[in-house]
């Protein structure tokens, strides 16, 4: 199986630009917030698996709002088996660190500064996204990377437009614009 054959919405744009991020980091932390059925796993954590990165993925299995028809899809089906299946014909699944969680909750399993590369492609609404960035910007580390999925779903771009400009960052956005990144520097 590869990555293209894995039902969910994302492009080899997308791939591109997550990949360059995942290449660029060798025995550190990759976390995942939102996977489906794992699409984008698919094509970071083969990157990150022979850089001898710790990968996690985080995902209620559940979808988030019910009048959006990905979630409606979700709620027919058992998520997290179509998942490991997808995982386990990429010969990936032992490799990743699964947990169903919440995802701005589930930072608490970091401590701050920890984390190279945190992708948030969980919930689109616009206040689960703010939960997301504010409780993994924390986490990230000096040099790693806060990034996320659906940069052109309005509530999405919102909410990662104010937090660059609340903190004086620099938005990368890929060249579909769909994928989006910020780079924590050092604090003056």
Same mark, same amino acid.
């Given at each position: 199986?590869?990555?293209?054959?894995?039902?969910?919405?994302? @492009?080899?744009?997308?791939?591109?630009?997550?990949?360059?991020? +995942?290449?660029?980091?060798?025995?550190?932390?990759?976390?995942?917030?939102? +996977?489906?059925?794992?699409? @984008?796993?698919?094509?970071?954590?083969?990157? +990150?698996?022979?850089?001898?990165?710790?990968? +996690?993925?985080? %995902?209620?299995?559940?979808?988030?709002?019910?009048?959006?028809?990905?979630?409606?899809?979700?709620?027919?089906?058992?998520? #997290?088996?179509?998942?490991?299946?997808?995982?386990?014909?990429?010969?990936?699944?032992?490799?990743?660190?699964?947990?169903?969680? %919440?995802?701005?909750? @589930?930072?608490?399993?970091?401590?701050?500064?920890?984390?190279?590369?945190?992708?948030?492609?969980? @919930?689109?609404?616009?206040?689960?996204? #703010?939960? %997301?960035? %504010?409780?993994?910007?924390?986490?990230?580390?000096?040099?790693?990377?806060?990034?996320?999925?659906?940069?052109?779903?309005?509530?999405? #771009?919102?909410?990662?437009?104010?937090?660059?400009?609340?903190?004086?960052?620099?938005?990368?956005?890929?060249?579909?614009?769909?994928?989006?990144?910020?780079?924590?520097?050092?604090?003056?």
């Amino acid at each position: 199986m590869r990555w293209q054959e894995i039902e969910g919405w994302f @492009s080899q744009y997308d791939v591109d630009f997550v990949v360059a991020v +995942c290449e660029g980091i060798h025995e550190g932390i990759v976390v995942e917030l939102g +996977c489906y059925a794992g699409k @984008s796993t698919a094509a970071m954590a083969p990157v +990150c698996k022979k850089n001898v990165n710790n990968y +996690c993925v985080i %995902d209620n299995f559940w979808g988030t709002d019910p009048k959006d028809p990905a979630t409606r899809n979700q709620r027919k089906r058992n998520m #997290r088996e179509v998942f490991e299946n997808n995982m386990r014909a990429m010969n990936i699944l032992d490799y990743l660190e699964i947990h169903k969680l %919440d995802s701005a909750a @589930s930072s608490q399993l970091f401590v701050d500064g920890e984390v190279d590369f945190c992708f948030i492609d969980a @919930s689109h609404a616009k206040e689960d996204v #703010r939960r %997301d960035v %504010d409780a993994w910007w924390p986490k990230i580390k000096v040099g790693g990377t806060l990034g996320g999925h659906d940069y052109q779903w309005q509530e999405v #771009r919102e909410v990662v437009n104010a937090f660059v400009k609340t903190n004086q960052l620099k938005l990368v956005l890929g060249k579909d614009k769909q994928c989006w990144k910020v780079v924590k520097k050092e604090q003056k």
